[in-house]
Nanobody
Framework: QVQLVESGGGLVQSGDSLRLSCAASRLTGDVNAMGWFRQAPGKERQLIAA????????FYVDAVKDRFILSKDSTKNKVYLQMNSLKPEDTAVYYC??????????????WGQGTQVTVSS
């Protein structure tokens, strides 16, 4: 069973940066992409960024496109989400997920436990 463990969340101020990490283990052949979702209070969980395991394709939702950057370390089976210029509206629980493709958001089969990001104004 694929295991995903997120880390790096916390409380920061508006304009600060934060880097989330997702460590993947027991990856199976049906996993070709890893994504980051977030769920704010009272809202649905939303895919915000994703990358294929070969690194050739990425996806960013418009709200984060110019501020968040995905990267990966294949040797460590880790994916990172560098979040810059954070805003209070970025406050959410952030989830790492894995699946066969980066889109659609319903394609993801495996999930981490989530990490809280809180941005104060």
């Amino acid at each position: 069973q694929v295991q995903l463990v997120e880390s790096g969340g916390g409380l920061v101020q508006s304009g600060d940066s934060l880097r989330l990490s997702c460590a993947a283990s027991r990856l199976t052949g049906d996993v070709n992409a890893m994504g980051w979702f977030r769920q704010a209070p009272g809202k649905e969980r939303q895919l915000i960024a994703a990358i294929t395991l070969d690194g050739l394709n990425t996806f960013y939702v418009d709200a984060v496109k110019d501020r968040f950057i995905l990267s990966k370390d294949s040797t460590k089976n880790k994916v990172y989400l560098q979040m810059n210029s954070l805003k209070p509206e970025d406050t959410a629980v952030y989830y790492c997920a894995a699946g066969p493709r980066i889109l659609p958001s319903s394609a993801y089969d495996y999930w981490g436990q989530g990490t809280q990001v809180t941005v104060s104004s």
